[in-house]
């Protein structure tokens, strides 16, 4: 069983840096692509930034490139996102998942494990 555990989130003000933090177990972790979504209150869940299997090739959606850094390492089974310069827009709960090959995809679709989600919240 592949377990996702994400941590990191919390309530910080705008302008401020949080690190969540993805540790997953129950399969082989450095094969796979890992992503980062968020979904905020009345949203769809969007994708934020996604990683390839060896951390050589990372993806960001347009909101959070140049703020937003996506990290794994694959002796500790754990995938990062160090967010940065953080808005008011980006307080959503931030989903880590697992994708079922080693190529990044936009799409949740592609990603068959999630875990629970971490809220974050930006105030102003």
């Known amino acids: 069983q592949v377990q996702l555990v994400e941590s990191g989130g919390g309530l910080v003000q705008a302008g401020g840096s949080l690190r969540l933090s993805c540790a997953t177990s129950g399969r082989t972790f450095s094969g796979y692509a890992m992503g980062w979504f968020r979904q905020a209150p009345g949203k769809e869940r969007e994708f934020v930034a996604g990683?390839?299997?060896?951390?050589?090739?990372?993806y960001y959606t347009d909101f959070v490139k140049g703020r937003f850094t996506i990290s794994r390492d694959n002796a500790k089974n754990t995938v990062y996102l160090q967010m940065n310069s953080l808005k008011p827009e980006d307080t959503a709960v931030y989903y880590c998942?697992?994708?079922?090959?080693?190529?990044?995809?936009?799409?949740?679709?592609?990603?068959?494990?999630w875990g629970q989600g971490t809220q974050v919240t930006v105030s102003s």
């Open positions: 990683i390839d299997w060896s951390g050589g090739l990372t």
């Open positions: 998942a697992a994708a079922g090959n080693s190529r990044v995809s936009r799409t949740s679709g592609a990603y068959p494990y």
